[in-house]
């Protein structure tokens, strides 16, 4: 451990910082498609039993229109979170009805892209904007994209602990300037050490060879079963550049320096026009094609393991709700879904995500040049592709390293912060989950990925047809739960009411979908 996160770790053992840390909010938001038994993707609409995609808090689509997304609202309490998040899936399953949930984050089988439908939102111009967004990354990256599910971790820490933080630091200026300041200096460390993350969690080293459509590889694929990829290595080919990849992003270099600095780079990302998507025209025969044809349609498009968040008001652009009022939370985005989990998550990453974003905040974290951030993204990558073979090294500040020395220390310098959060919650629950993942370095096969590849190899059993077991077997031990936080009558009224707000969404507009893109636009 370093000196200075010693004696900052020390700074923070009062109680009165202790019983602030309990406040730390989570929510999760996890995406899973809908299947037909056979593992085929499913090409019903929306279930109007689950309410409108639109406007349900809980329940809503992404991508494509059978990619849900399940969202936790923001909790103290892990178990609870969970509990919600389980709910939310027993109820989905048994308003779907013999469709399943996707237990994987690289797609089921498709035969054809053509098959990846563009989720639907209703009439309204907020709702066709939705589409059209996602009929721009359609015409921009290709539909397979829009099939691959993760989940997102969303972190706050609570005002009393930021305030009594602020004093230790001597930091005299506003509150939220400081919030937000700290929040990116935790966003420069996530960035540099994000790879550990990805080689415990990475859950993605094989996909079905369907998710190529006739592309040409760029990596030298291994076999398996009758019709699915690995990488013997790797960790998640989710994250890799066969995921979510714009060629025109990499030389953006959104800085993560400051706040301004960030929603600047943002911006000029938004109002850059784009030769490559130039050539797929905005407006074609009368029917939008994209959203405009800059280098990003919106912020949304923008991929980051990792983003600065505030909640937005109704109409409002995500970078002009930063600029007004700050950074509220983050927004992990390296996660994949967890296929040894029914509901993608479990309370074990949780509490190890604790952990390392408050390393990432308490760590010295100077600016991010973009020659370290371009250094930062190397290091992933080769941990996405190669993270369990032996003797990997990445870049440290411009020398090689061995991955799992570093990541030695960095279990190291996480284990006092283990026990400061246990004397904070009382129990052991931190230092456990440490000596859990801890068996990761001492064994790479004891990785997520590591688990789920040996078994497929094992049985010599095709990726997806494993997802498609384990999507029944999480069906039925769904199905046989009860009810934990909310009621089957509960989610009935949110799903009515979700819809009515559609319904009134759609009669109070009073603008054309041109006027409204405009107007949405103007705030550049």
Known sequence: ??????????????????????????????????????????????????????????ITTDFSESLLEFITPAQTDIEVTLKQLTDIHKFALSHIGEERLWAGSMPCYIDNQDEIRLAQYGSSNVGTMKTVYRQGLKNRYGSMMQAISG??????IPQEFWQQYQKLLGDTGSLQDFISAQYLHLIRNYKRYVWLVVYLFGASPAMCSSFLQGREPKYKFQTLGKGSLYLPYATSLRMSDLGYTNSAQSSLNISYNNLPDYIQGLRQAISTPSAEYASIGIKVDGEYQQLNDNILQIENEFYSTIRPKRTTQSGERPTCALKRRGVEYIEVR????????????????????DL????????????????????TEQNLRKVVTDGRRQNLDLNDQGQPRLMLDWAEQLFADL????????????????KAVMKEFYLGLLDPNQTYSGKLLSRLIAQQQDSPYYALSLAEQYRQQLAAMDYQ?????EFEKMAEQSLREQQEIEQADDLSFDQYLERYFADL
């Open 1 to 58: 451990m370093s000196h200075f996160l010693e004696q900052r770790l020390a700074a923070l053992g009062t109680t009165s910082f202790k019983t602030a840390i309990k406040g730390i909010r989570r929510g999760i938001e996890r995406e899973t498609l809908r299947i037909k038994p056979d593992g085929q993707l499913a090409q019903t609409d929306h279930a109007k039993a689950l309410g409108s995609a639109l406007t349900h808090p809980l």
């Open 151 to 156: 989940v997102h971790f969303n972190f706050s």
């Open 334 to 353: 390296a996660l994949d879904v967890n296929p040894f989990s029914a509901v993608g998550i479990n309370a074990e990453q949780m509490r190890f995500l």
């Open 356 to 375: 390392f974003l408050i390393y990432c905040l308490l760590e010295q974290s100077p600016d991010l040049s973009a020659e370290e951030q371009t250094i």
């Open 415 to 430: 284990m006092p912060i283990a026990e400061w959060m246990d004397a904070a919650h009382g129990g052991d629950a931190y």
């Open 485 to 489: 936080i909310y009621s089957e009558a």
